[in-house]
């Protein structure tokens, strides 16, 4: 059976966000492109990692440089903002 591309990243991923690193079940799971298209990134999958729904609204069409000065600010430990919500 084909799974879905999510499903194969996620996979690929072990089941973890990409930016916030929490375990992740595949129906809190979005396909973020790490190059927003509206930016000229690719639709591929080079460009494409899984993340929490929360954190894909949040650096919806945020440029690369801006995505990686927050993943340095929180020195790779970004809180998941869906998880410090509850």
């Not at 194969?8 to 973020?32: M, T, V």
């Not at 000229?40 to 000065?69: I, S």
Request: hydrophobic share 35%; charged share 20%.
């Amino acid at each position: 059976m084909a799974k879905s591309q999510l499903q194969r990243l996620l996979w690929l991923q072990g089941n973890h966000c990409f930016y916030c690193d929490q375990p992740l079940e595949l129906k809190e799971a979005s396909i973020d492109h790490v190059m927003p298209k509206s930016l000229g990134g690719k639709d591929v999958v080079d460009n494409k990692v899984v993340c929490c729904k929360t954190v894909n609204q949040v650096f919806a069409n945020m440029p690369l440089k801006e995505k990686l000065r927050c993943l340095i600010q929180w020195k790779g430990q970004l809180p998941c903002p869906g998880k410090t919500a509850n």
